[in-house]
């Protein structure tokens, strides 16, 4: 059986949890192979945040590319993957995917999928925003990529933090038509009397 490659970008922004929780949702998924970078920072603040090694987040990837790699198999378009998720992202990572400023590579990963025309998921993480920031928005929207940030949402009565976490990643799971069951979906009133 093919693999569906899917590239996970970790940047250095606050909320490292969700690129956590995407590779151990798509770890036990047979069909899935999952290709990560993360930078530096995110290395710290999954440290600081979530009190995780890095070492053992590196490891529920199925491969693992160091970040100043930019000969690494993720940066070419030759390399067939679904697409990629960056999660979190930091305002310094998405200014680079708007200006192509491939430096690094999560960036260049990144500009790749944007220019082979494969799906680029954004899990923005900054707050509030300024004109600059929407500008770069605006930008990576026209070139295709996809904006999610992690706002969360009441509708599926979250009791944790972890229910928040996982209706964000389930809505980035949505995106690459993978099936999950990490929240309760809505259902109209009108449905719910059907049933």
Same mark, same amino acid.
């Given at each position: 059986?093919?693999?569906?490659?899917?590239?996970?970008?970790? $940047? #250095?922004?606050?909320? *490292?949890?969700?690129? +956590?929780?995407?590779?151990?949702?798509? @770890?036990?998924?047979?069909? !899935?192979?999952?290709?990560?970078?993360?930078?530096?920072?995110?290395?710290?603040?999954?440290?600081?945040?979530?009190?995780?090694?890095?070492?053992?987040?590196?490891?529920?990837?199925?491969?693992?590319?160091?970040?100043?790699?930019?000969?690494?198999?993720?940066? $070419? #378009?030759?390399?067939? *993957?679904?697409?990629? +998720?960056?999660?979190?992202?930091?305002? @310094?990572?998405?200014?680079? !995917?708007?200006?192509?400023?491939?430096?690094?590579?999560?960036?260049?990963?990144?500009?790749?999928?944007?220019?082979?025309?494969?799906?680029?998921?954004?899990?923005?993480?900054?707050?509030?925003?300024?004109?600059?920031?929407?500008?770069?928005?605006?930008?990576?929207?026209?070139?295709?990529? *996809?904006?999610?940030?992690?706002?969360?949402s009441f509708y599926h009565n979250?009791?944790?933090?972890?229910?928040?976490?996982?209706?964000?990643?389930?809505?980035?799971?949505?995106?690459?038509?993978?099936?999950?069951?990490?929240?309760?979906?809505?259902?109209?009133e009108e449905a719910k009397d059907?049933?």
């Amino acid at each position: 059986m093919q693999k569906r490659k899917i590239i996970i970008g970790i $940047s #250095g922004a606050s909320g *490292t949890i969700y690129g +956590i929780r995407l590779l151990e949702t798509l @770890k036990p998924c047979d069909d !899935i192979e999952t290709h990560l970078v993360m930078s530096d920072y995110a290395k710290e603040i999954m440290q600081y945040e979530n009190n995780r090694d890095p070492q053992e987040v590196l490891n529920l990837a199925d491969k693992f590319y160091p970040i100043a790699n930019l000969g690494a198999a993720i940066s $070419s #378009g030759s390399f067939l *993957t679904e697409g990629m +998720i960056i999660a979190p992202c930091s305002i @310094k990572s998405l200014s680079g !995917i708007a200006n192509s400023y491939n430096d690094n590579l999560l960036v260049r990963a990144a500009d790749v999928c944007l220019k082979e025309r494969r799906k680029l998921i954004i899990v923005l993480r900054e707050t509030p925003l300024h004109l600059g920031h929407l500008e770069l928005m605006t930008r990576v929207t026209r070139y295709g990529a *996809t904006l999610l940030p992690p706002i969360p949402s009441f509708y599926h009565n979250p009791k944790t933090i972890d229910d928040l976490i996982n209706q964000t990643v389930g809505k980035v799971l949505d995106n690459f038509g993978i099936s999950h069951n990490l929240f309760k979906r809505w259902q109209s009133e009108e449905a719910k009397d059907e049933n």
